[in-house]
């Protein structure tokens, strides 16, 4: 597992990102991967993000398609794919492992922060 610690996405893009997540997913860890985590993006790539339920990771995330609109209604200049880590092969959570920027923490284990 390959924690990393940048984002390739202008802060104001990120706060953007991070409102929208808090207001449909709180409780879940978001986690950004691919190509604006490994730093090989251009000004109009996609932000590809993960979202897991912290203490229960085999449950889907109930409120997907609201978290898809949400970012597809938005002002947000890029487009931006959400994945739900319970619907997705152990293989592709291995790829995502090897190196991942975490966008947002749940707020169930928020005090871990």
């Known amino acids: ?21 808090r207001q449909h ?3 879940a ?3 950004a991967y691919g190509s604006r985590v490994r730093g090989d993006c ?5 932000l590809d993000l993960v979202i897991r ?12 398609a609201d978290v898809i ?10 487009m931006v794919q959400i994945i739900d880590w319970a ?11 090897a190196g ?3 966008v947002q923490w749940g707020e169930a284990i928020k005090f871990f922060e």
């Open 69 to 78: 609109e949400a970012f597809s209604r938005s002002n947000l200049p890029i």
């Open 42 to 46: 251009h000004d109009t790539s996609d």
């Open 1 to 21: 597992m390959t924690v990393l610690n940048t984002l390739y996405l202008l802060p104001r893009y990120r706060k953007m990102v991070c409102a929208i997540l």
């Open 29 to 31: 860890d978001v986690w």
């Open 87 to 97: 619907r997705i092969p152990p293989a592709f959570h291995r790829e995502i492992l």
């Open 53 to 64: 339920h912290p203490t229960a990771l085999e449950t889907p995330c109930p409120v997907l």
């Open 100 to 102: 991942y920027v975490v």
């Open 25 to 27: 997913v709180p409780d």
